[in-house]
């Protein structure tokens, strides 16, 4: 009985033991697969990272300024003169008909706001019929903008009249003291006896400050009614028989023909002296016509990319056909001298 009650014992000692190592086998393996499972946690996490990268490459095309990407086309975004505006809207359309990856904008608001705009930066190129003032070229300066002119047409701003209107010429001097408001009637001038119209551009307008400061040389008359753009001139003076304006060239003419209601006055720069038609081109390059002025673009920068392909464009052979085409004039050789300088 005692040998039985001993062997009994070392039996369950044995099995106590068996379990024990059991137990332990088992709670070091749940141990070491529960490290494991949780080992991949930090791999799962590094696709986030990476599929973000994508989001900073996609916003890319955005803005190219002119230079374009790979991913989309190239954009470039032109504000300003309103004298300008049709006129650069078709050099656009013919450059972009043979550039398919350029995409062009143009809009109008005035050279005050082109120049406003490239100042902050958000066009690629400025449409002025003025220069810019010192004190916009500082502004642009102070925004890390560097302004660049480029003259590329010129401008005869007309004097026009209602077609009834028997007036066929004023001087220079007329003209200034008709829109400062000194000369109030027709019959003053050779017109009929009638009070003057006086139709003009608002301030921010480019057209305005020239004219102002190269006709008037002195303040616009209270009396001036301020028109929002060119077209805006002919059509309220060719339904005035007492009304006269200012605008560009290009408005004055369709399709070589002076437009239905409207008549330009030929201009003489002294009371006296023979007056000069702005619609003959002669009249313009010879520097017969007194009212004269190039038009302007300003670029931040020397133009490089679409912007200077777009440039080039303009002031080629082809280009300066086109502006003539649409009623304005070509560059002179003042002009093209003053673009070499701007440019090299």
């Known amino acids: 009985m005692l040998r039985m009650s001993r062997a009994m014992g070392k039996k369950r000692m044995f099995l106590f033991t068996f379990v024990l190592l059991v137990l332990v086998v088992l709670t070091v393996s749940m141990t070491g697969c529960g490290t494991q499972a949780k080992a991949p946690e930090p791999q799962a996490k590094a696709p986030e990272t990476q599929a973000k990268a994508p989001e900073t490459q996609a916003k890319a095309p955005e803005t190219t300024g002119g230079q374009g990407t790979q991913a989309g086309p190239q954009s470039i975004q032109i504000r300003g003169s309103d004298?300008?505006?049709?006129?650069?809207?078709?050099?656009?359309?013919?450059?972009?008909?043979?550039?398919?990856?350029?995409?062009?904008?143009?809009?109008?608001?005035?050279?005050?706001?082109?120049?406003?705009?490239?100042?902050?930066?958000?066009?690629?190129?400025a449409n002025s019929s003025r220069p810019m003032k010192e004190d916009e070229i500082n502004l642009a300066r102070k925004n890390g903008i560097e302004p660049v002119p480029v003259r590329f047409a010129v401008d005869g701003v007309a004097v026009i009249v209602n077609a009834g209107n028997p007036v066929e010429a004023l001087s220079v001097t007329e003209i200034g003291a008709i829109f400062r408001g000194e000369i109030t009637n027709w019959k003053e001038v050779g017109g009929e006896d009638s009070p003057i119209g006086l139709y003009g551009r608002q301030s921010n307008s480019g057209t305005y400050v020239f004219f102002m400061e190269t006709v008037l040389k002195g303040d616009y008359s209270p009396q001036m009614r301020n028109m929002g753009g060119n077209a805006d001139i002919v059509e309220a003076v060719s339904a005035d028989k007492t009304g006269i304006g200012y605008v560009a060239i290009g408005y004055?003419?369709?399709?070589?023909?002076?437009?239905?209601?409207?008549?330009?006055?030929?201009?003489?720069?002294?009371?006296?002296?023979?007056g000069y038609s702005p619609i003959i081109l002669e009249n313009i390059t010879g520097g017969k016509y007194p009212i004269t002025r190039p038009l302007y673009q300003f670029l931040n920068g020397k133009p490089e990319g679409a912007i200077k392909d777009f440039i080039m464009f303009e002031l080629s052979e082809r280009g300066q056909k086109i502006i003539l085409e649409q009623g304005f004039y070509p560059l002179t050789d003042e002009d093209k001298k003053f673009n070499e300088n701007s440019l090299k």
Not at 102 to 121: E, H, K, P, R
Not at 252 to 274: F, L, M, Y
């Open 83 to 125: 004298s300008e505006v049709n006129l650069v809207q078709r050099l656009a359309e013919v450059f972009m008909e043979e550039n398919k990856n350029v995409q062009i904008a143009v809009t109008g608001g005035g050279s005050g706001t082109g120049i406003a705009a490239l100042i902050d930066g958000t066009i690629d190129i």
């Open 252 to 274: 004055v003419t369709d399709g070589g023909k002076v437009r239905p209601g409207i008549k330009p006055v030929n201009v003489s720069k002294n009371p006296g002296e023979t």
